[in-house]
């Protein structure tokens, strides 16, 4: 038990707290860490266990005088409360959540799919990818999905009876859950089950039909138009309203959820709504000035270099990037530019840069010994060229 954190410390009450205070204090957390509220989230749901667990122990008076004199070891059988173990999703026999059932009244202020709703239920949302282009995540566009999902059977309308009659169960009342009594180490408590006769349906059928085997729905495949808008990014995802699974007694029907995942483009970066690219361009151009053609998602379109370009300059183009998700404007795409130095050069090529760089005031140190090792042999040869 050394591993398990103290119970106030859990509800974060101090150990004089008030029953109220106690019930206020799980009220809260229950909320905040409900399975039905966090899906798919074991750190949430074993929160919302243990803080289940916490407010079980402290809102008994018997157990909770136990738990201050001895801690945790008064339930693992070696203090003064030779009970049994506790822990997962259940301690002592008890579900955790019975006593969120106990605080709330068997529901859940209306989250989807709780446990012990009477009323209609909300259908379970539905989950699918899709992967599109670069442009077309860019400019927006229109795909055809298809998803095998639960509709509702055309043969009994939905109602699960060949002959579309149904009678209301007489163990639960039409409500499709009953109310027990169960006796625990701390009391004895009121609990909701599931009616077993019903199924929690809530009503029975004495002709099942043939197609859905009374269950009033049947798997199908169903195609989907999912819009894409302009401006979408990759991981960002759709809903799709109605398109999920039917509710239960009357209740509405979920949503489809599309996870969209965008392929890279060979050449073009996407970063946010601006676009980049890396293009390389001659020495000459760099130097000069020139109009080159860059790859953009309008196309290929012209920029001018300016004279004097450096490598290692971004040039801006504007409105030329991606279209702003539900907004107006596009981002801009921004030219990254090499200048490429050449490796090999002929012997002309290289006269031609040592002269350029002559007329440019000399910086060739191997220029200059050059020049003045010319000039010590032209002046040798004038003087041994003299005529006696």
Not at 143 to 162: A, F, M, P, R, Y
């Amino acid at each position: 038990m050394a591993d398990k954190r103290d119970y106030y410390e859990v509800l974060g009450v101090s150990k004089s707290a008030t029953d109220d205070e106690l019930k206020k204090a799980y009220r809260k957390l229950a909320k905040k860490y409900h399975p039905d509220v966090n899906p798919d989230n074991p750190e949430a749901e074993a929160k919302f266990k243990e803080a289940g667990e916490a407010y079980q122990i402290l809102s008994n008076p018997e157990s909770r005088a136990k738990y201050d004199q001895f801690g945790h070891a008064a339930f693992d059988g070696t203090g003064g409360y030779g009970g049994g173990s506790y822990g997962g999703s259940g301690f002592g026999g008890f579900d955790v959540n019975d006593i969120f059932d106990s605080i709330f009244g068997g529901g859940f202020g209306g989250f989807g799919g709780g446990r012990s709703s009477r009323g209609p239920q909300r259908g379970a949302d539905l989950r699918t990818s899709i992967e599109i282009t670069f442009e077309e995540a860019a400019f927006g566009t229109e795909k055809e999905i298809t998803i095998t999902k639960n509709v509702h059977c055309d043969d009994c309308e939905g109602t699960g009876s060949k002959s579309k009659n149904t009678k209301r169960c007489n163990v639960c009342n039409g409500t499709g859950q009953v109310q027990v009594k169960q006796n625990t180490p701390f009391g004895q408590f009121m609990n909701v089950k599931t009616c077993d006769k019903c199924g929690g349906s809530g009503k029975i059928i004495d002709d099942p039909c043939a197609t859905c085997r009374g269950k009033g729905v049947v798997r199908k495949a169903v195609k989907v138009n999912v819009k894409i808008p302009a401006g979408i990014n990759n991981g960002q995802a759709i809903s799709i309203a109605g398109m999920g699974e039917p509710g239960t007694k009357g209740g509405p029907t979920g949503n489809l959820l599309v996870s969209v995942r965008v392929k890279p483009h060979k050449i073009l970066v996407r970063d946010e709504f601006d676009i980049h690219i890396d293009k390389t361009i001659s020495l000459a151009q760099a130097v000069l000035g020139d109009v080159i053609k860059v790859d953009t998602i309008d196309g290929k379109v012209e920029i001018n270099i300016p004279e004097g370009t450096q490598s290692g300059v971004s040039l801006r183009m504007k409105g030329k990037g991606i279209q702003r998700l539900q907004a107006s404007g596009r981002g801009d795409q921004y030219v990254h530019i090499t200048v490429a130095i050449p490796s090999k050069l002929s012997d002309k090529q290289k006269d031609l840069l040592r002269q350029f760089d002559e007329s440019m005031g000399g910086t060739f140190e191997s220029n200059k010994a050059a020049d003045s090792k010319k000039s010590d042999t032209q002046e040798k040869k004038s003087f041994f060229g003299k005529k006696k």
